[in-house]
């Protein structure tokens, strides 16, 4: 794979998101739905100021592209934006429900399997090519997450739904190549925040008093949400959503390595055996493969 500004946007997206913990440990006090909560609705006041204050000639030139196309174009993309909303807000809501009632085991395994699935339903719904080192990798892949979910179907059960609406959340990010890429992500925060406002007066916890938490909800919805979001995006414009997707495993990576160095978690022989076949599959994945020579000897 040639390292090229869509890789390296990609590859940025899931390093940032990899340090996520350091700013979430922080909040440990706080609940969780409380934590997303103001974290879209941040990200959704952010968003609208920087597109109506700065970026006011993007969104003409956008509707002036909606307005030219046909009926059944407009559908299609309303219908993309309208259900990459819905697999955000069913993706992080999901995932939070899964660390409070079920584990955090689940949660964290979620994106693990989350690059097998992007791959395969590239492969299947977008036609994307793989090699055979790639599959080597993808089988490599299935042999670290089956090791670590053995014995525990129910988390196992949670990571696939997590993981599941993940990728098929790539997978359509494909589909965008009309549209700016910031108002897109804009479009679907706010639908994020739609879904999730009437939720908020039952689960949302009593007003938060402390600076300290706008303060890192502020730094989680900048750095933890809008950009790494955007640069997913802007990678999936070159990239294919099986390459962005194996990626992803950089994210609990670092995820392992910072729990190990930085929280002194205790880690097993099997879990390390596990990352270290990960490691192996994503170096295997990104493999340039020589082309075939056809000239007879």
């Known amino acids: 794979m040639r390292f090229n500004r869509y890789y390296a946007s990609a590859l940025t997206a899931f390093i940032i998101w990899g340090f996520f913990s350091l700013v979430l440990k ?79 085991k689940s949660a964290s395994f979620a994106y693990l399997i989350c690059p097998i699935l992007t791959t395969i339903l590239a492969f299947f719904i977008l036609k994307e090519k793989l090699n055979n080192m790639q599959w080597a990798a993808i089988g490599l892949s299935v042999i670290s997450c089956a090791l670590l979910s053995y014995g525990s179907l129910k988390d196992l059960l949670y990571s696939l739904v997590i993981a599941l609406t993940f990728a098929l959340y790539l997978i359509i990010q494909r589909k965008y190549n009309h549209f700016d890429r910031l108002v897109v992500l804009s479009l679907q925060i706010m639908i994020t925040a739609i879904l999730l406002l009437p939720l908020f007066p039952k689960y949302g916890g009593p007003l938060p008093t402390e600076f300290l938490f706008y303060l890192l909800i502020g730094i989680i919805a900048v750095f933890f949400t809008i950009i790494p979001l955007f640069l997913n995006l802007y990678a999936l414009k070159g990239m294919d959503s099986s390459r962005v997707g194996i990626l992803m495993y950089i994210n609990p990576m670092i995820n392992f390595l910072l729990a190990f160095f930085y929280f002194k978690e205790e880690v097993n022989l099997m879990q390390g055996l596990s990352y270290g076949l990960i490691l192996v599959s994503v170096v295997i994945f990104n493999l340039k493969v020589p082309a075939r020579s056809t000239t007879n000897p």
């Open 26 to 104: 922080p909040l440990h006090d706080y609940p969780s739905m409380d934590i997303l909560f103001y974290r879209i609705f941040y990200s959704v006041a952010l968003l609208l100021g920087i597109n109506l204050i700065f970026r006011r000639e993007v969104l003409k030139k956008d509707w002036q592209i909606w307005k030219a196309m046909g009926g059944r174009q407009k559908k299609t993309l309303a219908f993309m934006t309208v259900a990459g909303g819905m697999l955000l807000t069913a993706n992080w809501f999901i995932f939070i429900y899964a660390i409070n009632h079920v584990s955090l």
